[in-house]
Each structure stands twice: as C-alpha cells, then as structure tokens.
C-alpha cells in the first residue's frame, strides 16, 4: 500500500534531524498505526542510519543484538562485548562519523529488560556526549508517555520532539483500499484509520469476504486484535475488556457500565479514564452541556474494529470457535445499515468541526438529546439531533440530521427540523442554518444544506 497522510509528520521530523545539534525524539501510536513505516520513510541506511527493532530477549541478548545491527554500518563494531548500555552508547558516539540517526523501536521493551535505561539516556543526553540523533519508538501509549510526559521519569522534558501517531483520517482510505465514496464510509466503519488493517483488507476481494476471514475468522488474523491492543497498555485486560463489552453492546451510561459489572461507579472511574486516555472510548455530552457538572454523560468505543470486536465477535466467539463465522456475518449483514450510521454521523460531525459552510465558520460538532417545546401540542417532547455546532462569533447554529438509507423522505426530515429548532432554548438568539447529511444527493434541491459522502470523503 502507498504511503498515505503522514507528509506533516514526516516533514517534521526531517526538519528536526536538520538542525544543528544532535536530537532526542519521540515516536510513539497503537500498534499497528504506521509507525514503522514512516521511521522506514525517514531513515536512510545508505548514509549510515541505524534502525534496531527490539524484543522480549534479555538485556545481554539485546545489547548484542543492537551491536550486531550497528556492526553492519561500522566494521568491527560488534567484535566487542559490551557490559552495559552506557559503554555501547558512547562507543557508537566515537565510531559514528558523520552525524547518523539511530532508532530504538519498541523501547519499552528495551526498558523491561533494563530499567536503568531511560537514566542513562538521561545522562547521556545531559551531557552533550551523543553525537547521533537519538529516536525512541513504542506502540505502548501508556509506557512511552509515562518515559516523557511524567516529571518523576528520567527522560521528563529531554525530547527536543514527541509525535503521538493518530490514525488516519477517512477520506484517505478511498486511496488505501481503492473503493467508492460510499463504500469508503463502511469499510471506515470496520478498519478504522489504522493503515495495516487496510493492507489486510486489501488481501481479500470485498468487503465480507474481509470481514469473515479477518475478523470472524478463530483463525484470522484480527480475531484477537482487541486482546493484544489491551495486552499492550494495561495490566488487567479483563476488566478493561468487561467494560469495553458492556460499552459495545448498549450499555452507555456509567451507572448502567457500574451495574452490568456489578460495582459501585466509583470503582470503574479510573479505568474508564485510562480506556479514555488511550482514545479507546470517549464520553460523550449533549450540546451545550457542561462536561465536568453535566450528568447526561454517555460513553461509546471510538475505535472501529474494537466497536465491531465486541459487537459481533465476542458475544458470539462460541459460535465462531464453531467454525460458524457464516451465521455472524448475516447477522451483520443485516444491520450493517443501522452499523454504518453510526460511522456516517460521526464522520458527518467531523466533517462540520472547524469548517466554514455558507461563509460561517462553526466550532466542534456534536450529539444533542433532551427535551424541546412543540408549539402545536404546547409542551416538552423528547428529541435527538444528530448534528449541532454554534459558530465561533456565536450567532449561528448549524442543526442537521444524518441519514444512511437509500430512499429519505427529505421534506419530512425538513419540517423535523424546523420544529423541534423552534422549541430549543440555545438555538433562541441565533440564526439556525438546516443541514441533511445523506447517502445520496436527493432528485429534488431542498432550501437547506445537503452534504454527502463525495463531500464528507473528499
């Protein structure tokens, strides 16, 4: 697969490698995020770069392991046993030549297998005595962060970079797995943007056939994908995959995940937190709300794959280890249109977030659900909305509604619109703007916004 989406991050890092002095980065995503292929774009062996890929072995194995990587690039190099980190580090500082970039990737494996590492890289970078750019790498999240972003750490505030990678945005999986507008918006809504999820997609002719070998497969090989993300980050994976199943199948309230794992509320709290941190799941508040004091907090799994994992997987493995996959994937298959949507809206959302439409530039979309004043019947009804961003100068609301159907009876939706915008309170001082965010462009044009999936794509 072509190398998509990461020219910012790349152009970065070959401008921070550019400077006069020696550089400490950091590199750090969730497996299976790319980051391996942009250290292959920005490392160059030909001029001397070294890249080692670090494993489970001991620290004796791993210190000869990284010779032996160093001793293909400097002659002899490895010729030598060296008895500690600090000696190999320095050794390469004098043989190093010209001013090469060295990658430790899976550092934190590096780490396991010696704590004292992180204190002499400190050292070292302390002193001045690396004559390399120096780049760590790890799909941990939780332990890279906690090398750099915490202050008791050694390695606190020594990184001249740091670049979390995030996965990459929709309109780029057209390219990566070469489909339609439309047809993108699904496959996104199982792979996600994880690029190697769509170098395995691309091994199979279509979209089910993918799904049912890859996922739905005991064999394939994401059927235990959620396991091995949570492995990497979290001690107690049982949990975490407790809550991330209670989550996946409907429930989403933090007293409804409290009572399906039979624990008070504040006894999940934390781990809720950390799934958050990781971008695992998010909280979601209706607009207009105030996250800390709002009690109308619903959590979701952000990640696609994990979404599906414990939709159609896990609640079904029995079935599946059955060599069964067949009976899942109808099962999908026939809610894949109330499946997609989900994705549809939250893609619609994105697509509304920091963007100018009609000359009015809008700040983050979100949900909203609550109450509003139907006029005709003179009192408070129950609503949702898919689609609601106020404008930054705070005079306009974007109100819409995402639909993923063929047939969308449009004047309906409109006049949906219209009156439940007429019983909201925020919307009271401002210009509201109507917005139908559809699968298809309808045969008629509506005096309100239509967005579809070659806009949101693109």
Not at 45 to 62: C, N, W
Request: charged share 25%; glycine share 4%.
């Amino acid at each position: 697969m072509e190398f998509l989406d990461r020219e910012k991050e790349l152009s970065k890092l070959r401008k921070a490698l550019a400077r006069e002095y020696p550089q400490f980065i950091v590199i750090y995503g969730r497996r299976r995020i790319g980051k391996s292929t942009l250290l292959r774009k920005l490392l160059d062996s030909s001029k001397g770069d070294i890249y080692f890929l670090a494993d489970r072995t001991s620290e004796p194995s791993q210190r000869q392991l990284f010779a032996d990587i160093i001793g293909l690039h400097i002659k002899g190099f490895n010729a030598v046993t060296y008895p500690n980190w600090e000696i190999l580090l320095t050794n390469l500082s004098k043989f190093a030549g010209s001013r090469i970039t060295v990658c430790l990737d899976e550092f934190p494996y590096l780490v396991q297998s010696c704590p004292s590492l992180p204190s002499v890289l400190q050292k070292l970078i302390d002193s001045k005595e690396l004559s390399f750019n120096l780049v760590i790498c790890g799909s941990s999240q939780h332990m890279m962060q906690g090398y750099v972003l915490d202050g008791n750490e050694p390695l606190y505030g020594r990184a001249d970079e740091i670049i979390k990678l995030q996965p990459i945005p929709a309109k780029y999986i057209q390219q990566g797995i070469h489909c339609n507008n439309e047809q993108a918006v699904a496959e996104y809504a199982v792979w996600g943007g994880i690029p190697r999820y769509w170098e395995l997609r691309n091994n199979y002719p279509n979209f089910y056939d993918a799904i049912e070998n890859l996922l739905l497969n005991s064999n394939g090989t994401l059927y235990d994908e959620p396991f091995r993300l949570l492995q990497d980050e979290m001690r107690d994976t049982v949990q975490a995959s407790s809550i991330l199943s209670f989550i996946g199948n409907g429930a989403n309230k933090l007293s409804e995940i409290a009572s399906r794992a039979e624990k008070q509320s504040s006894d999940i709290t934390a781990q809720l937190s950390r799934l958050k941190n990781l971008g695992l799941i998010e909280k979601e508040i209706p607009f207009g709300e105030n996250e800390k004091s709002s009690k109308k907090g619903l959590y979701h799994i952000t990640d696609p794959l994990l979404r599906f994992h414990y939709k159609y997987v896990l609640p079904f493995r029995s079935i599946l280890e059955m060599d069964n996959s067949q009976f899942v994937l109808e099962k999908f298959k026939q809610e894949e249109q109330q499946y997609v949507s989900m994705m549809w809206e939250e893609l619609c959302r994105n697509y509304v977030t920091a963007r100018t439409l009609e000359d009015i530039p809008y700040q983050k979309a979100v949900r909203w659900w609550g109450v509003y004043f139907d006029e005709v019947q003179q009192k408070y009804l129950p609503a949702e909305l898919d689609v609601v961003a106020e404008s930054f100068d705070n005079k306009h609301v974007l109100i819409g509604e995402c639909k993923w159907k063929n047939n969308v009876d449009v004047h309906y939706e409109i006049e949906r619109l219209k009156k439940i915008s007429n019983g909201l309170s925020f919307a009271k001082n401002h210009q509201v703007h109507l917005a139908l965010f559809l699968k298809k462009h309808p045969d008629i044009s509506p005096d309100v916004t239509i967005i579809t999936p070659e806009d949101v794509m693109d």
